[in-house]
């Protein structure tokens, strides 16, 4: 079977660039135990999806073959640079985009030198990729696309990675629930700001671990609006449509807050 | 130190179509023109610039949205190339400018007194947006007077509309007590749309004007409705039905730069001049002025 792991990370800056922040610390390890356990079981491609990497016009996929630079978040820039080279699997990415059009969804390659790629793609890869050996291919998350159409394109995605013998990864960016506070806090007394998010967010996290994927799916629909998720969690959406058949369970390496939104590292059983 | 005084305003959206159909030097990408009436209405607006001779210009834009207050850029000269997410075909600028440190740190700390959370964004590898950058290009090409940039914080859609244009008005009336007390001429610059309905697939040729037209009759309707009452100068009216504007036309003005600019003028019930409307993959888009130092100001 190509398909090797899949996880669930969030995309906020801040549990890499401030990592020995105690309310930060547990999901920065549970990322770095992310990236370990992807690195045993050795996948040669990650298929990405970030919530950050908006588009309106068509289904657009990172088509440079090598993309570097210097990022710098829009809001955290305080906290610090974001430097990135990364190695993308082209003939992947254009198997995917082709794959699309069965879907009705018209896809679009993006090759341009200083193309800014979006926060959380640059997290993960700093944490899941550290020595840049895996290549990626990264969707762009169209903002007009609802949960059952990122679930295809997970699933056209997986397709086309097993079409091409590949051994490959899913990723899925984003965060959990979504009330942040608006003022100025202590960083260090960061927690998830309304109770009633903590409590979906746990929900969710207990039935990712044991599933089936059709409460999954049932779940999110009420959780998302309900908790303000990110964009509907169709990061979620993204995994649970590579997975297909193969969801077997999860297990939650970390929980925890983001400046009072929530995030969480989940390793998917596969 | 004479009082410093907004002395005018204008409407100025950010199509990056309108910098790829001008084939600026600074843009990588070539065309073949096309949204030539926008294009002609910001030469108009463009004239009308030289002839206010400001110290400085100030422009919100949608395209930097901040989650955690309202942000100003604090760097004095930023440079690097800003290429848009949506349309990497278009708009990949390489962008130098100016910016009036003095007087963002003054907005900045006007908007804290007033109870907004205001920070000053200081990391010189800062990518400025593109829609800071066209509207700043569409204006004033030459790039010789300093800018003050302001965020777009999301308070309109993580709120309300209403909440967030009223956190908006009050970054406007600080933004009007900083200029005063700088002894600064200047000009501010609402990167907004109006009617944001689009088209959702680009044509083969983006210049394609025979392709151009508005995505919604509704939309259009509307834009024109409060493109008359600003025309007019009733500012009072086109403020009450904001909301419906925004929600009816999915209006981008619902992003906080319009209403900026409005309160920070003191919502004028003056004639705006409308340098000309024209649609961008079936978007609303209207270059207006509102010139505060016209002798009179007296409605048509």
Same mark, same amino acid.
């Given at each position: 079977?190509?398909?090797?792991?899949?996880?669930?990370?969030?995309?906020?800056?801040?549990?890499?660039?401030?990592?020995?922040?105690?309310?930060?610390?547990?999901?920065?390890?549970?990322?770095?135990?992310?990236?370990?356990?992807?690195?045993?079981?050795?996948?040669?491609?990650?298929?990405?999806?970030?919530?950050?990497?908006?588009?309106?016009?068509?289904?657009?996929?990172?088509?440079?073959?090598?993309?570097?630079?210097?990022?710098?978040?829009?809001?955290?820039?305080?906290?610090? =640079?974001?430097?990135?080279?990364?190695?993308?699997?082209?003939?992947?990415?254009?198997?995917? &985009?082709?794959?699309?059009?069965?879907?009705?969804?018209?896809?679009?390659?993006?090759?341009?030198?200083?193309?800014? &790629? =979006?926060?959380?793609?640059?997290?993960?890869?700093?944490?899941?990729?550290?020595?840049?050996?895996?290549?990626?291919? #990264?969707? *762009?998350?169209?903002?007009?696309?609802?949960?059952?159409?990122?679930?295809?394109?997970?699933?056209?995605?997986?397709?086309?990675?097993?079409?091409?013998?590949?051994?490959?990864?899913?990723?899925?960016?984003?965060?959990?629930?979504?009330?942040?506070?608006?003022?100025?806090?202590?960083?260090?007394?960061?927690?998830?700001?309304?109770?009633?998010?903590?409590?979906?967010?746990?929900?969710?996290?207990?039935?990712?671990?044991?599933?089936?994927? =059709?409460?999954?799916?049932?779940?999110?629909?009420?959780?998302?609006?309900?908790?303000?998720?990110?964009?509907?969690?169709?990061?979620?959406?993204?995994?649970?449509?590579?997975?297909?058949?193969?969801?077997?369970?999860?297990?939650?390496?970390?929980?925890?807050?983001?400046?009072?939104?929530? +995030? +969480?590292?989940?390793?998917?059983?596969? | 130190?004479?009082?410093?005084?907004?002395?005018?305003?204008?409407?100025?959206?950010?199509?990056?179509?309108?910098?790829?159909?001008?084939?600026?030097?600074? !843009?990588?990408?070539? *065309?073949?023109?096309? /949204?030539?009436?926008?294009?002609?209405?910001?030469?108009?607006?463009?004239?009308?610039?030289?002839?206010?001779?400001?110290?400085?210009?100030?422009?919100?834009?949608?395209?930097?949205?901040?989650?955690?207050?309202?942000?100003?850029?604090?760097?004095?000269?930023?440079?690097?190339?800003?290429?848009?997410?949506?349309?990497?075909?278009?708009?990949?600028?390489?962008?130098?400018?100016?910016?009036?440190?003095?007087?963002?740190?003054?907005?900045?700390?006007?908007?804290?007194?007033?109870?907004?959370?205001?920070?000053?964004?200081? !990391?010189?590898?800062?990518?400025?947006?593109?829609?800071?950058?066209?509207?700043?290009?569409?204006?004033?090409?030459? /790039?010789?007077?300093?800018?003050?940039?302001?965020?777009?914080?999301?308070?309109?859609?993580?709120?309300?509309?209403?909440?967030?244009?009223?956190?908006?008005?009050?970054?406007?009336?600080?933004?009007?007590?900083? &200029?005063?007390? *700088?002894?600064?001429?200047?000009?501010?610059?609402?990167?907004?749309?109006?009617?944001?309905?689009?088209?959702?697939?680009?044509?083969?040729?983006?210049?394609?004007?025979?392709?151009?037209?508005?995505?919604?009759? +509704?939309?259009?309707?509307?834009?024109?409705?409060?493109?008359?009452?600003?025309?007019?100068?009733?500012?009072?009216?086109?403020?009450?039905?904001?909301?419906?504007?925004?929600?009816?036309?999915?209006?981008?003005?619902? *992003?906080?730069?319009?209403? /900026?600019?409005?309160?920070?003028?003191?919502?004028?019930? #003056?004639?705006?001049?409308?340098?000309?409307?024209?649609?961008? &993959?079936?978007?609303?888009?209207?270059?207006?002025?509102? =010139?505060?130092?016209?002798?009179?100001?007296?409605?048509?």
């Amino acid at each position: 079977m190509p398909l090797v792991a899949a996880v669930l990370v969030p995309g906020s800056p801040l549990h890499l660039l401030r990592p020995d922040n105690p309310p930060w610390a547990p999901l920065a390890n549970a990322y770095h135990s992310a990236g370990a356990l992807l690195a045993a079981a050795n996948p040669e491609v990650l298929l990405v999806y970030s919530t950050q990497w908006l588009a309106v016009l068509d289904e657009l996929w990172q088509t440079r073959a090598r993309v570097q630079g210097l990022h710098v978040d829009e809001n955290w820039y305080e906290y610090g =640079d974001l430097p990135f080279d990364i190695a993308i699997d082209t003939t992947l990415a254009a198997a995917c &985009i082709e794959g699309t059009a069965s879907l009705g969804v018209r896809s679009k390659g993006v090759d341009y030198d200083g193309f800014p &790629i =979006d926060t959380g793609t640059l997290v993960a890869n700093h944490f899941l990729n550290p020595h840049g050996k895996l290549r990626l291919v #990264i969707a *762009s998350n169209n903002l007009y696309h609802d949960w059952q159409t990122t679930q295809q394109l997970g699933a056209v995605a997986a397709r086309a990675a097993e079409g091409l013998g590949r051994r490959y990864a899913v990723v899925g960016i984003g965060g959990l629930s979504g009330t942040i506070f608006r003022e100025e806090i202590d960083l260090a007394s960061d927690h998830i700001a309304s109770p009633t998010d903590d409590r979906l967010n746990r929900e969710l996290l207990d039935c990712l671990r044991t599933g089936p994927a =059709d409460r999954v799916q049932t779940f999110c629909a009420g959780y998302a609006p309900a908790a303000r998720a990110d964009m509907g969690m169709k990061h979620l959406a993204w995994i649970m449509g590579a997975l297909g058949d193969h969801y077997r369970g999860a297990q939650v390496l970390a929980y925890g807050p983001s400046y009072g939104s929530g +995030a +969480a590292v989940v390793n998917f059983h596969c | 130190m004479p009082k410093g005084e907004i002395i005018a305003g204008f409407l100025a959206p950010h199509p990056p179509h309108l910098v790829y159909a001008e084939n600026p030097p600074q !843009n990588e990408a070539r *065309s073949q023109g096309g /949204w030539e009436q926008l294009r002609w209405a910001y030469e108009r607006a463009r004239k009308s610039l030289e002839r206010l001779k400001p110290d400085v210009l100030l422009v919100h834009s949608p395209h930097w949205v901040t989650q955690l207050g309202h942000h100003f850029l604090g760097v004095p000269q930023l440079r690097g190339k800003s290429v848009d997410p949506i349309f990497p075909n278009l708009f990949r600028y390489n962008f130098e400018l100016e910016v009036d440190v003095e007087l963002a740190e003054a907005c900045c700390a006007q908007a804290r007194e007033l109870g907004l959370v205001g920070k000053m964004m200081r !990391n010189p590898n800062f990518r400025v947006d593109y829609g800071t950058i066209t509207t700043l290009h569409m204006i004033r090409p030459q /790039w010789d007077i300093p800018i003050v940039g302001l965020s777009a914080n999301n308070s309109p859609y993580y709120l309300s509309t209403e909440a967030g244009l009223e956190e908006m008005a009050l970054l406007g009336l600080a933004t009007r007590r900083a &200029i005063e007390q *700088s002894g600064r001429r200047a000009v501010l610059l609402a990167s907004n749309t109006l009617c944001h309905w689009h088209f959702h697939e680009e044509p083969a040729i983006p210049e394609d004007m025979s392709q151009e037209h508005p995505k919604s009759y +509704a939309g259009y309707q509307w834009d024109m409705r409060i493109i008359e009452l600003l025309r007019q100068g009733r500012t009072h009216e086109v403020f009450e039905l904001l909301p419906s504007f925004i929600q009816e036309a999915f209006a981008e003005v619902k *992003s906080g730069a319009f209403t /900026w600019m409005f309160s920070a003028m003191g919502y004028p019930e #003056i004639p705006g001049e409308l340098h000309g409307y024209g649609t961008v &993959i079936g978007t609303g888009n209207a270059v207006m002025e509102w =010139d505060l130092t016209r002798p009179s100001h007296a409605v048509n």
